[in-house]
């Protein structure tokens, strides 16, 4: 038997942003019997994905760590690849890439760098370890071709030589559709709670659906997966959008505009909800559903509460299925300011959700505007108001629009295509340093 590939993640955190939910997403389409991923983090916080990447088969690493701290890593992350014959570091966001260029210098395997973002938003500190390293790895991903543009203007000068090209390559970020789409109420089946629950779907080729029942705690997502392990477990209890908008509070007949998101500043969700109060004084019926958390909960719930509209409102918090939220959204909002290629919005289009956003970074290159969705100037934000209501009144270009967004994924943003590339990568770095 060929012996497998040993892959290292490399990534500082893992929280529950898109870079860091990537990697047990294409670990589950990947040719496991081909490949071994491990991930080593270094800064650990409560809420992560660590079982997500277990259950997608990830053996997880810990070498605990803050940001400046993790220069003084380099020998024990060099001693740790050494000791499990890793043949790929696979390093992610600025930090990690710092650390494995400099564990690169004297280990002598391939590293491959994703960038999730444009340069210009990182600070000058990441910044500029980020771009006087650049050049000490392989292969440089970039999730789309605004950020690989962003990476190609700020390496024309020093630190590289007249003539030196750094090897960038656009890897756009990628969806499972097969977990990811829309489901009919009477097939959304949830299983977490079963407790008999003994295995989980390790392993699902996008275009043959091949199951790997191994561990324990996945959701299973649709009937279709559940009729596979039926033999395996009790039926479980029915979760449609119905139960869910009735567990919310939000009326059966009601339109839902919703986001998924890390509420971090670069959001700008203080203009998410002011786009949402508007929305209200126009069209009373609509709710706003935000799934995720962070820094600025608080300042928007004092927004929100200071408006007198708490009801139409809905913040749920981490959730680690967030399909079922999906399934309740008429629209999804995207008021950002900036963006890599919001892997969010790509799960939300592969559920039939037509988009509403600024044109972010990567954005623009999925949607067209009156396609997909429909797109505004990063600050021209206030336009994104009456794009929504013209969705919301005419049911008809609602369905127009949620049709071409699940086919738009389909075929340019698929996870199959994502992970094709990235084993391409993989072996082109490992023949290259053979030679």
């Not at 800064?43 to 701290?69: F, M, T």
């Not at 960038?168 to 299983?191: A, D, H, L």
């Not at 959700?353 to 396609?371: D, L, M, Y």
Request: charged letters at 25%.
């Amino acid at each position: 038997m060929t012996p497998k590939i040993k892959i290292l993640h490399l990534i500082k955190s893992l929280g529950r942003g898109g870079a860091e939910k990537l990697i047990p997403e294409t670990a589950l389409v990947h040719d496991q019997s081909r490949f071994e991923f491990h991930c080593l983090y270094f800064y650990h916080q409560k809420e992560n994905i660590v079982d997500e990447l277990e259950r997608a088969g990830i053996q997880v690493h810990l070498i605990p760590s803050g940001n400046l701290g993790l220069f003084f890593q380099v020998s024990k992350v060099k001693k740790f690849i050494l000791e499990n014959g890793f043949q790929i570091i696979h390093a992610h966001l600025p930090w990690a890439g710092i650390l494995a260029r400099a564990v690169g210098r004297q280990v002598d395997i391939p590293i491959v760098y994703t960038e999730h973002n444009t340069w210009d938003r990182y600070n000058k500190v990441s910044y500029w370890g980020n771009r006087l390293t650049f050049k000490k790895q392989d292969v440089a991903i970039a999730v789309s071709n605004e950020v690989a543009l962003s990476m190609q203007l700020n390496s024309i000068w020093d630190p590289y030589k007249r003539g030196e090209k750094p090897k960038i390559q656009v890897v756009q970020n990628g969806v499972n559709t097969e977990v990811f789409r829309r489901i009919e109420q009477s097939t959304m089946y949830n299983v977490q709670s079963t407790e008999n629950q003994e295995k989980i779907l390790k392993y699902q080729e996008a275009s043959s659906k091949t199951l790997d029942i191994r561990k324990k705690g996945l959701e299973i997502r649709d009937l279709e997966v559940y009729s596979e392990v039926n033999k395996e477990i009790d039926r479980p209890e029915l979760n449609s959008p119905i139960d869910l908008k009735s567990k919310l509070k939000i009326p059966k007949e009601a339109k839902v505009i919703g986001k998924v998101a890390v509420f971090r500043s670069q959001k700008r969700l203080w203009l998410w909800v002011e786009l949402a109060l508007r929305i209200l004084k126009k069209r009373k019926d609509v709710h706003f559903l935000l799934v995720g958390d962070g820094e600025w909960r608080g300042r928007l719930e004092k927004q929100i509460s200071a408006s007198g509209k708490s009801a139409h409102f809905h913040l749920v918090g981490v959730q680690k299925e967030v399909v079922p939220y999906l399934n309740i959204m008429d629209i999804y909002l995207s008021s950002s300011e900036f963006e890599g290629l919001p892997i969010a919005m790509l799960e939300a289009m592969a559920c039939e959700v037509p988009v509403v956003a600024t044109r972010a970074g990567g954005i623009g290159e999925v949607i067209q505007h009156g396609v997909q969705g429909y797109l505004s100037g990063i600050d021209d934000w206030e336009e994104l108001e009456e794009y929504c209501l013209k969705i919301l009144n005419d049911d008809q270009l609602h369905e127009k629009l949620a049709k071409a967004a699940r086919s738009q994924v389909e075929q340019n943003f698929s996870m199959k295509r994502m992970v094709g590339d990235l084993e391409k990568i993989y072996l082109q770095v490992l023949k290259n340093k053979s030679i």
